[in-house]
Structure formats: C-alpha cells, structure tokens
C-alpha cells in the first residue's frame, strides 16, 4: 500500500511520523536562519512568510573588508631559496630581480613572479644520448658527423655544463627551450671549430684545444642572443671516424703507430752507435797520437846521435871510423 496512507500508522519512507511530529516545514527553516543571520549581523529578523535576506551593517563590512584586502595583500609575500633569483613582474613587463630572501610583490593581477634556479648546473649532450634507464648511450648523426679542414668527416659527442647568469635574458629571451638553445648553439660552434682542424688533431692530440675553442666560442654566440647562459664546461666525450670507414682508419693509425715505432727504434740505435763509435774514434786519435809521438822522438834521437857522430868524424876520421867498427863487432859477437 501507499506509504502515507493510513496502514502505514503514518510514517513516510525515512521513519518520521505524518503528523504533528513530522518533519519541519521548509519555510520555517528559511525563517529561523534569517533570524540568526540578522542578529549576527545586526540586520532585522525576517517577516514570517517572507524570505527577504538580512542586510549586513556597516560595522560588519568594515572588518570584512580589511580582512579581504590583508589576504589579499598577504599573497604577494614569497621566499627566495639560496641558489635562485626572482624576477617581479609589473603587468608582464620585467621590474626588477630579487636575491635569496622573504620578499614581496603586489598581487596578481598588478604583480607575477617568476623564481629561476640560477646555480643549478645543467647538462646538454650534442651528438649523443644517454638513456637514464639503462645508461646506454646512442648516437645522433645529425649532430655528430662533422666535416675537418681536410675534408674528411668524423663522428664527434661533446657534454656542456651551463648554469643562468642572467635571469631576465632568460625568462624574455629563451622561454623554456633552454636545452634547444644550448644544444643548437654547441653544434654550430663544434662545426666551426672542427671545421679549422684536420682530422687526425681532432681525433688525437687536439682533443683539450678545440674543447676550450670551443667553449670561448659558444659563450661568444649565447651572449650575441641575451640567453642568459653561463658556459662552465665543455667536454670532448669521443671522437673518432664514422663506422664505414673506422676499419680503413684503424689501419692508417696501426701504419702511423710502426711508423712511429721504427723511428723510435732508428732514434734509439743512433743514440747508442754513434757514442760508442765517437769513443772509438777518439781512443784511436789518441794511440795514433802517442805513436807518432814515439816515432818522432826516436827519430830525433837517431838523427842527433848521427849528428854527433858525424862532428867527431870530421874532428877524427881514422879514429872515429876505427871506434865505429870496434863496437859494431862488439855487437855482432857480443
């Protein structure tokens, strides 16, 4: 049967009575928060019947009022952490920059800030990717491959390290492709560089050069374009020869490695046979020396003892001719 027929001892489906006790009359409600509004705020009560809203008083507005425009103010404190810098805005346009601190600003909508991390170091690859996940690292030959001075290519990765010196320059003039920038930047100064140099100093001994020729150039265009940017590092992380030709190329460098070898080798024998063949030399500079020395001096004794000879011949010739053949017998039997 229907639930507000008698049968139902007048009760309606949520167990209130039908009666005197039922449930309170909408329009009593309204009234009853009229009244404790009006009170609240020092309007009249409501007519019975009526539904007229209270009106506040200007006592209540006042406070209202103040509390509004204290939370309202109250939104433009912010804090600054160490290590970033805040630039208020005036209705989009820049006012000024704000160091680490409890700063404030006008409110939206007079007033923005924008807090940029500025020593935070950050870190672009050029020519490669390195995956987080699993730290492999893939290659980007549009980036990498690179044209030298002797019209050969190679494949070159190179990491830079910025962080912001100009906060302003960056939120006006970059936006959020901070990357983007930095990465087109670095490419277009490596092909410069790279550009100026063969490919054996890019590949060998080259490497900290054109890393530091790089890095002056880089910071050169990033300044040209107000970025913001401060280059800290730039880093060689490989360079070698495309893949098609790296086997031709090994063996060019296994051929400059004997090369380099054997004349070590050749600059070593040099080093040991011409010393040893100098001391030779000079030892038989000497021994012909003291042999000529000998021999003349001998000679000049057989020549002064002739000499003398021939004095006493000439003094005595029967005498000395006679002495003379008494020791020469002497000799020969002694």
Do not use: C
């Amino acid at each position: 049967m229907p639930w507000n027929q008698s049968g139902s001892n007048d009760r309606d489906p949520w167990g209130q009575g039908n009666g005197q006790n039922g449930p309170p009359d909408l329009d009593e409600v309204i009234r009853d928060l009229q009244k404790k509004f009006g009170g609240l705020f020092g309007g009249g009560s409501g007519r019975k019947g009526g539904g007229k809203l209270p009106s506040f008083s200007s006592k209540a507005m006042g406070p209202i009022a103040i509390i509004l425009v204290g939370l309202y103010l109250a939104s433009g404190f912010y804090v600054v952490e160490q290590g970033q810098q805040a630039v208020e805005l005036r209705f989009g346009a820049y006012k000024t920059i704000k160091d680490a601190g409890l700063r404030w600003h006008m409110p939206y909508p007079v007033e923005s800030v924008e807090i940029v991390n500025v020593q935070q170091i950050r870190t672009v690859e050029v020519g490669y990717r390195t995956n987080t996940r699993s730290n492999q690292v893939a290659g980007v030959p549009r980036e990498a491959l690179m044209l030298t001075a002797d019209e050969n290519i190679i494949d070159i990765h190179f990491a830079v390290q910025y962080d912001i010196k100009d906060p302003r320059e960056l939120l006006f003039n970059v936006a959020e492709a901070q990357d983007l920038v930095v990465r087109g930047a670095t490419e277009s100064a490596v092909r410069e560089i790279v550009g100026r140099n063969s490919m054996d100093f890019a590949i060998t001994g080259g490497r900290a050069e054109i890393a530091q020729e790089t890095k002056t150039l880089l910071q050169q265009i990033l300044d040209r374009y107000d970025t913001g940017f401060n280059i800290k590092a730039v880093e060689m992380q490989n360079a070698q020869p495309p893949a098609e030709v790296k086997a031709a190329f090994d063996d060019a460098v296994k051929a400059r490695e004997d090369e380099e070898r054997l004349k070590n080798e050749a600059q070593a024998y040099q080093n040991d046979i011409i010393p040893r063949a100098r001391g030779a030399a000079a030892r038989l500079e000497q021994e012909a020396a003291a042999y000529q020395a000998t021999v003349v001096a001998a000679a000049r004794g057989q020549a002064s003892r002739f000499i003398q000879v021939l004095d006493e011949y000439s003094k005595a010739p029967g005498i000395t001719r006679d002495r003379l053949y008494i020791d020469a017998m002497e000799e020969v039997y002694g």
